[in-house]
């Protein structure tokens, strides 16, 4: 029997292989920002429980103050990929939606709590009193986001379970966890939320709002912590492609119909070079006892890997939501386009105009008065 709606009779507006791109590019640097969240923060509390030397806390300070920065980044870079995502998956992301309907639609509320923990988090180590329980909190409900997240991006995989599902109860109150891929899936993100947290401590060292002692301490912690996660990571992540099925598995070595899925695949050892590389150079960061210039490379290094392994990640993982829905009857290339190139054009200009203003509004904050992390 079927399993998916009906498909919309409108056509798509623009061509597939183009809302794809603009999916993929959005989404990892949605997960560039999600992993900064997740391990960030983590490591903020850690150092802030801990309270180690003067240095860790003002590195915990230096984090908790970019946090609440690094969300609307996680916010504004997720509508994107959720929009390119319903358009091209919306028959099976509405279904599982609609299933997990109460999880789903509270993803808001708790963001919102987030957020407003985030700030007290902030304020709390500003003002030198006890702040870890307000920053665990906050860690706690973003992991259980992204736990939902997870959840609904395996059940969206699922129509084999949806009608019997929806026919028990149309509450929309599952949260199911019967998925042996969704757990392995979870615990990647939040292995890579350490790795990419790590990195980014690296690239803060480089910075001269830290005093030279302070910078020894960060960049040694946080390429500690990228090196030893990294691994972690890269672990988390053969793990959860060997537990996907095996048409998924061949059909990303470029069998069966749409050979070219291997360059999906391919990705997936892309990923690995990069971790790799990316363990490397967090490793000469967090030992090395680096001069400023040298830091200055390295640093900036780990920023263009980490992006280069979100997007590395993004692709493999497309690729295996296209074969996993294509072995089910959804063909994700098979819709009718009828590309209206004027509204294409005019989004584009609008979308490189916007990373414009970004860019800007960046190099405005670079160019602010600098003042010192640890200064109170
Ligand atoms: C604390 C906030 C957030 C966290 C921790 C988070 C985490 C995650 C994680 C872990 C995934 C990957 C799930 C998987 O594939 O296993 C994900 C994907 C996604 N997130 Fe976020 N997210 C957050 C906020 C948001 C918000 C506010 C939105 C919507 C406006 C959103 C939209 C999405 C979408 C659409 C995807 C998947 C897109 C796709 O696969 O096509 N996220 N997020």
Redesign the pocket.
């Known amino acids: 029997m079927q399993s998916f709606p009906a498909v919309d009779p409108i056509p798509l507006p623009a061509p597939i292989w183009l809302l794809k791109l603009l999916?993929i590019v959005t989404?990892a640097l949605?997960?560039v920002a999600?992993e900064m969240?997740?391990g960030g923060l983590l490591l903020a509390v850690l150092l802030s429980l801990f309270r180690g030397s003067p240095a860790s806390m003002v590195t915990a300070r230096a984090l908790a103050r970019r946090l609440t920065v690094v969300?609307t980044f996680?916010?504004n870079l997720?509508?994107p990929?959720?929009l390119?995502?319903q358009v091209?998956?919306g028959r099976a992301?509405y279904t599982s939606s609609v299933l997990m309907g109460v999880y789903w639609i509270s993803?808001?509320l708790?963001?919102m709590l987030?957020y407003r923990l985030l700030y007290r988090f902030s304020r709390q180590l500003e003002l030198g009193r006890k702040a870890w329980p307000a920053g665990l909190s906050a860690w706690l409900?973003?992991?259980f986001?992204?736990?939902l997240?997870?959840t609904?991006?395996?059940l969206m995989l699922r129509p084999e379970v949806w009608r019997q599902m929806y026919s028990a109860s149309a509450m929309g109150a599952y949260l199911p966890t019967g998925d042996p891929t969704?757990t392995p899936?979870?615990l990647?993100?939040l292995a890579g939320g350490l790795f990419i947290g790590g990195l980014w401590l690296v690239y803060l060292a480089g910075r001269s709002t830290f005093t030279a002692e302070e910078k020894i301490f960060v960049a040694g912690f946080g390429g500690k912590v990228a090196a030893l996660f990294g691994l972690d990571y890269q672990a988390a992540g053969v793990w959860a492609a060997s537990v996907q099925p095996e048409i998924v598995k061949a059909g990303l070595a470029g069998d069966g119909v749409y050979s070219f899925y291997k360059f999906w695949g391919l990705a997936g050892y892309g990923w690995i070079a990069l971790v790799v590389l990316a363990v490397l150079t967090a490793a000469v960061a967090g030992f090395g006892k680096l001069s400023s210039g040298v830091l200055g490379f390295f640093s900036w290094a780990g920023v263009l890997l980490a992006v280069l392994i979100e997007i590395m990640f993004t692709v493999y993982?497309?690729g295996v939501?296209d074969l996993t829905l294509l072995s089910k009857g959804y063909d994700v290339w098979d819709r009718a386009v009828a590309t209206n190139w004027g509204v294409v054009g005019l989004f584009l200009v609008l979308f490189v105009g916007g990373l414009g203003v970004v860019g800007w509004l960046i190099s405005v904050v670079a160019r602010a008065r600098k003042v010192m992390e640890g200064a109170a």
């Open positions: 999916h989404l949605h997960f999600v969240l997740l969300m996680v916010i997720a509508v990929p959720l390119f995502s091209l998956y992301l993803i808001i708790i963001l987030v409900l973003a992991g986001i992204a736990r997240l997870s609904n991006m395996t969704l899936r979870w990647l993100m993982r497309d939501r």
